[in-house]
């Protein structure tokens, strides 16, 4: 009689006595991640390990991490430059005062990654 693995198509090895399932990852192109895909990945790893499991087993994790870090960044640049103009740091106060415009951007971006995050 058939298991429902073997069913489905699966096969099994002989281990010595034992029969091991043949398990394998589904292939999957390296995928850089940055700042806020390990955010991501670090959240998922940490507080929900039964979708984060899932999603290994999938194949669809570092793709949702890519995206995630994709669209944190994208959210981050329409922030950072809203904040910008709001503010009033434009290029002229880079060229007249280099100081107070690296000062301001530094705290823009900072107020940024803090709301992305």
């Known amino acids: 009689m058939k298991s429902v693995f ?4 699966g096969t ?14 589904p292939d999957t192109h390296i995928i850089h991640i940055e700042k806020y895909g390990r955010m991501r990945h670090r959240c998922l790893k940490e507080h929900h390990s039964v979708l984060y499991n899932a999603m290994i087993l999938d194949g669809t994790l570092w793709n949702l991490l890519a995206e995630a870090d994709t669209v944190c960044k ?3 640049r329409t922030l950072v430059s809203g904040m910008k103009e709001k503010h009033g740091i434009t290029e002229d106060l880079k060229a007249r ?5 690296f000062g ?7 107020a ?6």
């Open 74 to 76: 994208q959210r981050l």
């Open 6 to 9: 073997e069913g489905t198509g």
């Open 112 to 117: 940024s990654e803090v709301i992305c995050a």
């Open 97 to 101: 005062d280099p100081m107070a415009w």
């Open 12 to 25: 099994y090895r002989q281990c010595g006595d034992y029969l091991i399932p043949e398990i394998a990852l």
């Open 104 to 110: 301001a951007m530094n705290i823009i971006c900072s």
